[in-house]
């Protein structure tokens, strides 16, 4: 078991900056991702990092703005978003899948084994 706290999530303006962070209870040799829910709509795939850090995968709407990372020597993942919009206003989870490469279907969250409780970022226009 795997336990996972976000941290970072905040109310900004529109075009500022959020890092979050996500911290795991151990190390694990799994890829790791940032979903993310708004109110009265599905969970959706935000990023997607590989174990090793080489590889990064970005769902359409944030790439060029967000920019996924790990320190496997700190358990830690982030997700570093700029240039935010309205519509990123969400409730941001961290999440780690069973295998270290990102799963085909990354943005499906069925493929991501750990979850944590999320942390809410809020954009205002």
């Known amino acids: 078991q795997v336990q996972m706290v976000e941290s970072g999530g905040d109310s900004v303006q529109a075009g500022g900056s959020l890092r979050l962070s996500c911290v795991a209870s151990?190390?694990?040799?799994?890829?790791m991702g940032w979903f993310r829910q708004a109110p009265g709509k599905e969970r959706e795939g935000v990023s997607c990092?590989?174990?090793?850090?080489?590889?990064?995968l970005y769902a359409d709407s944030v790439k060029g703005r967000f920019t996924i990372s790990r320190d496997n020597a700190k358990n830690t993942l982030y997700l570093q978003m700029n240039s935010l919009k309205a519509q990123d206003t969400a409730m941001y989870y961290c999440?780690?899948?069973?295998?270290?490469?990102?799963?085909?279907?990354?943005?499906?969250?069925?493929?991501?084994?750990?979850w944590g409780q999320g942390t809410q970022v809020t954009v205002s226009s």
């Open positions: 999440a780690a899948a069973s295998r270290p490469y990102c799963p085909g279907s990354w943005g499906v969250p069925d493929d991501f084994a750990y």
């Open positions: 151990r190390n694990t040799p799994a890829s």
């Open positions: 990092i590989t174990w090793s850090g080489g590889s990064a």
